[in-house]
């Protein structure tokens, strides 16, 4: 998946001359903290709402403030990991996109951003959760495929995490069964550690938001 594939099609963009009221309303209206200006097809940078709130006249131009604009980008043809980099970064809430020529296409919102990464990960797939807890160097995804589909089951998704400075990886699988008990005893045949595993519920729902949220957060690409 692209950067340009993911681009907003309502987002607007600024101009110098639009005021800071104005940019806090559409703020308000999409539900975002930043909007980038842009002069003609030129990107300048993001404005966020703090920026706004301390501006003494919020209700002249744009451009008749003092900015400190801060211009984060991916190009059109990046992958769409590499947004979701500077947006958890940078805690931005849009990411701006350009084209080779450095020309302005649009942005690509968090929502949106979390919501393709949240299909990417079967979120809503009706399954169980496994967490493994195992050292960098433990780590095989083909034994552990193995272990899964040898119990007549398949992986949805999974993902790493991992805290910094450390050797040990948490491993989180979103398997196509509800009932985990044999894909769980074979594991524990094979020495890995069992750090929970959860049934398809509310409760289960939650929790792997929460566990694909703190992904989002400390992802490393």
Known sequence: ????????????????????????????????????????????GLISDTDIY??????????NHDLSLFSPYVE???HIYEAIELVSKLQLSVIPVIDQTKNYLGVITSQR??????????????????????????????????????NDAKILSMYITSPPDSLKLELTLKINRIDLSSIIQTF??????????????????????????????????
């Open 54 to 63: 301390n501006m003494n006249s919020p209700d002249e131009p744009i451009g």
């Open 113 to 150: 951003l979390m919501q393709y990464m949240g299909d990417l990960h079967a979120i809503n797939n009706p399954g169980g959760i496994i967490l493994l807890d195992l050292n960098a160097n433990d780590y095989s995804l083909t034994q552990i495929a193995q272990i899964v589909e040898g």
């Open 76 to 78: 059109e043809n990046q």
């Open 188 to 221: 524990v045949r094979f020495d890995y550690t069992i750090k929970a595993s959860f049934m398809e519920d509310q409760e289960m729902d939650s929790i792997y938001s929460n566990r694909f949220e703190h992904f989002m957060h400390f992802l490393n690409i």
């Open 1 to 44: 998946m692209l950067a340009k594939e993911l681009i907003s099609d309502v987002i607007p963009a600024l101009k110098t001359s639009d005021t800071g009221v104005k940019a806090l309303y559409w703020m308000d209206i999409f539900r975002i903290s930043h909007l980038p200006i842009v002069n003609n097809t030129e990107f300048l």
